[in-house]
Nanobody, 115 residues
């Protein structure tokens, strides 16, 4: 099992920045890709960004150029630097780790952007 704990969410004004963190523990060997997802009220969970274990990153169009995903040196930490935040970025943000054929989720951290 892999346990994921997110932190760093909060309330910020539009145009502001936040940095989300996700720390993985447990069977972290063989974790390959890690992702950030988000889910706004009444909407489906959507992929925000993903990063492979070689550092290749992918971003959704809605956050490209504003958000940056990165992993810690020990590969058990995942970050999401969010700049130029917009009210439409308001959501619960979840960390996901892919290990072999399984996916593991954190409990989420709330991001609220006021206009």
């Amino acid at each position: 099992q892999v346990r994921l704990v997110e932190s760093g969410g909060g309330l910020v004004q539009a145009g502001g920045s936040l940095r989300l963190s996700c720390v993985a523990s447990g069977l972290i060997s063989s974790i390959n890709a890690m992702d950030w997802y988000r889910q706004a009220p009444g909407k489906e969970r959507e992929l925000v960004a993903t990063i492979s274990n070689t550092g290749s990153a992918f971003y959704s169009d809605s956050v490209k150029g504003r958000f940056t995903i990165s992993r810690g040196n020990g590969k058990n930490a995942l970050y999401l630097q969010m700049n130029s935040l917009k009210p439409e970025d308001t959501a619960m943000y979840y960390c996901r780790a892919q290990r072999l054929a399984a996916a593991f989720w954190g409990q989420g951290t709330q991001v609220t952007v006021s206009s």
